[in-house]
């Protein structure tokens, strides 16, 4: 007799996907005019493609197209090694390990300390494609809340006794967090770390954001608050910071776990893509990305003023937003009369006007914020981003008259 059904892993049972990648794709779809406030992608026009078609014609030699060492280029190594130091975030070539992008990152982490059963403290909300990860290898995710302060450690304590268990790991966006825009403050990094290593916990430190500060005061990262720190697995990426596509990024790791992280990364993708590996590290070493850098701040800024005046406008206080001081995000939580509204049920007909978003559930594994929804200002200009703005305005004003039979405005 001919199998019918398929001999799946056990393992799939835990492979949900992410709302957010899948937007790209719903998005394709669509034939009418849509302002993308869902993806977090850097705005198309900052990126420095005449720069990268230059440093192109001089670093792609046949040699480029092969295969790289596992860990990384050299070429890259040592340029992101002077550029961490220019920065203030120094660290060791037995540090590092180049990836593909951030994702993979996460993955390695998960790969080399999450076990299923395992628990694993993530901010709520936060970024579904690292919950997805955790998941992905069997951990259990215990949410702990957010304030305007990042994650409140203080909260920490409590959860983990009702637990009845020590967690295996705390994951964490420390800058102008994916999904809130919140940052950490000094003292929550600080007692963080005092938490970890009384648990003996590993905080998986995902920080694509950190550089693309454009208001306010720099907060030292775990790396440099606990130099060499076994227990800190830091994970970066090239991709907020110059271009998604590129799809090249690092840890920084206790030494002790680079030859494990190598070996895990060669059951991979063997290498990471060689030819974006040498461009960037041209980039760097050409002083361009400091430059780049200084002009994100110069248009992401005014944008984010921009989506906070729109939203003044056309919602006044029925939609209350967080207030980063840099990276790409506002959350906004939506308040009296439109407040019972699920900003999944208001997708769709969001998406009808024009006008695209992550709905709230989809940043929690248990599906709350069902009044909230994560909006990217980075992607639009500040006239595409007033449009989107009043497209939004329009789908919540149709969802409560529907309710209701009479408009809020």
């Not at 049972?13 to 992608?41: C, E, N, P, Y």
């Not at 990836?99 to 999450?114: N, P």
């Not at 059951?267 to 893509?273: I, K, Q, R, V």
Request: aromatic residues 8%.
């Amino acid at each position: 007799m001919i199998a019918t059904t398929l001999p799946w892993a056990m393992r799939t049972d835990k492979l949900v996907g992410s709302v957010i990648d899948s937007s790209t794709s719903l998005l394709a779809s669509q034939k009418h005019d849509i302002v993308r406030f869902a993806m977090g992608s850097p705005a198309a026009e900052t990126v420095p493609a005449q720069a990268f078609s230059e440093i192109a014609s001089s670093v792609l030699t046949a040699d480029a197209m092969d295969y790289a060492a596992t860990e990384g280029d050299p070429a890259l190594l040592d340029a992101l090694l002077g550029y961490l130091d220019s920065v203030g975030e120094p660290t060791s070539a037995d540090r590092l390990v180049i990836t593909s992008g951030g994702m993979q990152g996460l993955d390695l982490a998960c790969k080399l300390f999450v076990d299923p059963g395992d628990l694993v403290i993530v901010e709520s909300p936060t970024y579904t494609n690292g919950t997805a990860t955790i998941l992905s290898y069997g951990g259990d995710v215990l949410e702990a809340p957010m304030d305007s302060d990042g994650l409140v450690v203080e909260a920490l304590p409590e959860l983990v006794e009702r637990a009845g268990r020590r967690p295996k790991m705390i994951y964490v966006i420390p800058n102008f967090q994916n999904p809130s825009g919140t940052t950490m403050s000094l003292a929550r990094r600080t007692m963080l770390l005092e938490l970890a290593h009384a648990w003996g916990s590993v905080i998986l430190d995902d920080d694509p954001y950190g550089l693309l500060r454009f208001e306010g005061e720099h907060i030292p990262s775990f790396p440099s608050l606990s130099p060499n720190d076994p227990l800190v697995f830091s994970v970066r990426t090239f991709s907020k910071m110059i271009a998604p596509g590129l799809r090249v990024g690092w840890v920084d790791a206790a030494p002790e776990a680079r030859q494990l992280i190598v070996n895990a990364k060669q059951a991979m993708d063997t290498c990471t893509n060689l030819p974006n590996q040498r461009m960037i590290a041209e980039f760097i070493r050409r002083g361009y990305l400091d430059a780049h850098l200084r002009s994100l701040a110069a248009v992401y800024r005014p944008r984010k003023i921009a989506m906070q005046q729109s939203i003044a406008t056309y919602f006044g206080d029925s939609l209350v937003t967080t207030d980063p001081e840099g990276g790409f995000f506002l959350w906004a939580t939506l308040r009296g009369e439109a407040a019972s509204i699920s900003t999944q049920e208001l997708f769709e007909v969001a998406l009808a006007e024009g006008v695209a978003y992550i709905p709230g559930p989809a940043l929690s594994v248990a599906g709350a914020f069902h009044d909230s929804l994560r909006l990217c200002f980075a992607s639009s200009t500040p006239d595409r981003i007033d449009e989107g703005v009043k497209r939004l305005a329009v789908a919540v004003d149709k969802v409560v008259d529907a309710r209701s039979g009479s408009s809020r405005r």
